[in-house]
């Protein structure tokens, strides 16, 4: 059965900084585009970022660009997310999301296969 579980949110005053983890079980995502993605209260998902397989290309939103960084390690199957200079309109659940099948869109939701359940960020002000 495959798997992605998010860890590492929680309640930060604005101007913190968190750590998102998204272990992959059940299947080796190595040679996958991994994404992050959020949705807030009453809001559609957005795009986060996303990582190429080697971790060679990034791509991010730009409502996050120059504070969050995605990164990966494919030896644990596990993708990151650093989220610095948090804001409170970074306040939303965080889903990690797996494209399987190597599309050219990367921020589309309807381009990743598998998602985890999420993990809420709650940033105060």
């Known amino acids: 059965q495959v798997q992605l579980v998010e860890s590492g949110g929680g309640l930060v005053q604005a101007g913190g900084s968190l750590r998102l983890s998204c272990a992959a079980s059940g299947r080796t995502f190595s040679s996958d585009r991994m994404g992050w993605f959020r949705q807030a209260p009453g809001k559609g998902r957005e795009f986060v970022a996303a990582i190429a397989w080697s971790g060679g290309m990034t791509l991010y939103g730009d409502t996050v660009k120059g504070r969050f960084t995605i990164s990966r390690d494919n030896a644990k199957n596990t993708v990151y997310l650093q989220m610095n200079s948090l804001k409170p309109e970074d306040t939303a659940i965080y889903y990690c999301?797996?494209?399987?099948?190597?599309?050219?869109?990367?921020?589309?939701?309807?381009?990743?296969?598998?998602w985890g359940q999420g993990t809420q960020v709650t940033v105060s002000s």
């Open positions: 999301a797996a494209d399987t099948k190597h599309r050219t869109n990367w921020v589309y939701t309807g381009a990743y296969d598998y």
